[in-house]
């Protein structure tokens, strides 16, 4: 086992237990100054190999023991917590989010892999006769490619390699090329609990994500990103009949009702949307409002936003950063001016900040309907679009008029009627008075476009494993 922990500096990749640098590299760039600041390894072809061959190794002594399984899994949250700070100064400088909001990731991933360990493998026996015993149990797959987004790199991760390990699959991770640097760290990390080529951390660009996806030595693919790539991933997995779960994007619909509270809109409503700067799957990205309250709604939220602290996520005090890349700030101005230029109003921001980083104002915007861009598609920066509706039926029918389905909420005083509203979303997760509360043994995924399968609970687990049945006679 290697223990090669290097906290500042250089970023390795690690590949069976080693610490593994590249004949070449790629840059990393700040968001909070637009600036390089890091490189990350470009992971060969012949690298790609050896982990792939690694982890196939590492298999059968890490599947055939469980008590290893959990304890590994368990000191590895205790590593993730030991080091939260040094991991998530890493974690701001690459992906823009608060100190405060990136140690808390690193504290939540530790969370999530602690939950793992405890998660007991289902096992079943559906008969017990006086011939023949039938169990139902959970084996591995073998080995698992995860592959993650730049939005939560960590917090993503770890819902992939806590119930992946703790079943017994060895895992090849690739994160995004955007924030490939906090998860080398804690794929370093790793290596002080984990045998190795159980865990292995490669970065590079997207062809890498395909490289691995095709690869006849995976097993399972476990990926977090938009719609877009997902189905080139099942396309590339149904070639070799490959296992996969998908957690794709969202365009998540809040409806709030008559008698919502002020202050539930105000703290529920508007953190469901605009935390870590609008770029997360299952944040609020548009509002419906009953018209009676347009005005008030509208006006409540503009304020809100108007007092947000944005900033480099280094500050003290700030609340949201930049958005992550340049693409995603190209995107979000885009689709505000095009809706400004169509007759959209802006309450609150509606333009990027001037100065460097990808910084843009939080924006509530008004007079927008479907059919802009800014309604239909999945936005994923700080804009909430508010929308005035007549009945409550015609609500909840403009939510469920969209290709994704990833969660949604209701927001009311009268809980059950609330909750009979809620009932009626076409979503994977439909909250009343919240959005976003997310927890390890919930599980979470997306109805239609947002996604296949699902992650966390025991629901997430028996997502790594294959049923084998047990079929044997009772006497010899
Ligand atoms: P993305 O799809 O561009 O990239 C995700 C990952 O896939 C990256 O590591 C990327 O390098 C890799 N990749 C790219 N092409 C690939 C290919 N052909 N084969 C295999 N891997 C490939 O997504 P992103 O822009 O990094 O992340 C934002 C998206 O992620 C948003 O749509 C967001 O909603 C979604 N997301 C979903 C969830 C969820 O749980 N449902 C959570 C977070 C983010």
Request: charged share 20%; with cysteine.
């Amino acid at each position: 086992m290697t223990s090669s922990t290097t906290l500042t500096g250089t970023y390795p990749m690690t590949i069976n237990g080693q610490a593994i640098s590249s004949t070449d590299s790629f840059g990393v760039i700040n968001p909070a100054t637009g600036a390089e600041f890091a490189r990350a390894p470009q992971c060969t072809p012949q690298q790609l190999e050896e982990a792939v061959r690694a982890a196939e190794a590492a298999l059968p002594a890490w599947g055939a023991d469980e008590q290893q399984r959990i304890t590994a899994l368990r000191r590895l949250a205790d590593v993730l917590d030991e080091h939260v700070q040094e991991i998530a100064a890493v974690l701001t400088d690459e992906q823009g989010k608060p100190l405060g909001a990136a140690a808390y990731e690193v504290s939540e991933t530790a969370r999530w892999l602690r939950a793992s360990a405890e998660l007991p493998l289902p096992e079943e026996t559906v008969e017990a006769g006086p011939d023949v015993s039938v169990r139902v149990v959970r084996r591995p797959l073998g080995v698992v490619a995860a592959i993650t987004p730049w939005n939560f790199p960590l917090l993503l991760l770890g819902w992939k390699v806590g119930p992946a390990l703790r079943a017994g699959n060895t895992v090849v991770v690739k994160p995004s090329p955007y924030t490939p640097l906090s998860t080398l760290l804690v794929g370093e990390l790793a290596q002080q609990v984990l045998p190795p080529g159980v865990v292995s951390v490669v970065s590079g660009g997207d062809e890498l994500g395909a490289r691995l996806s095709t690869h006849p030595g995976i097993a399972k693919i476990s990926f977090t990103g938009s719609v877009a790539t997902g189905k080139k991933v099942a396309a590339a997995a149904a070639e070799d009949l490959k296992r996969f779960t998908l957690e794709l994007g969202g365009n998540d619909a809040a409806i709030i009702l008559e008698d919502a509270e002020p202050e539930q809109i105000l703290k529920g409503v508007f953190w469901g949307g605009f935390i870590n700067c609008g770029q997360i799957c299952a944040g609020i990205k548009r509002v419906y409002v009953p018209r009676s309250r347009h005005d008030e709604i509208a006006h409540l939220l503009a304020e809100r936003a108007r007092v947000v602290r944005m900033g480099p996520g280094t500050a003290e005090r700030t609340q949201l950063g930049p958005l992550q890349n340049k693409a995603q700030f190209d995107r979000v101005a885009e689709l505000v001016e095009e809706a400004l230029a169509a007759g959209a109003t802006a309450v609150a921001g509606g333009a990027p900040w001037d100065g460097e980083g990808y910084f843009f104002e939080p924006t509530v915007l008004t007079n927008v309907h479907e059919g802009m861009r800014i309604v239909d598609e999945e936005q994923f920066g700080p804009v909430m679009p508010i929308m005035a509706y007549d009945t409550v039926d015609e609500a909840v029918a403009r939510a469920n008029d969209s290709t994704f389905g990833l969660s949604g909420s209701v927001w009311g005083a009268d809980i059950g009627r609330a909750q009979e509203v809620a009932q009626r979303l076409h979503t994977g997760t439909a909250f009343v008075n919240d959005h976003l509360a997310l927890s390890p043994d919930i599980p979470f995924g997306g109805a239609k476009w947002s996604g296949i399968g699902v992650e966390n609970g025991h629901w997430g687990l028996e997502e790594f494993t294959r049923i084998q049945v047990l079929h044997t006679p009772t006497r010899s």
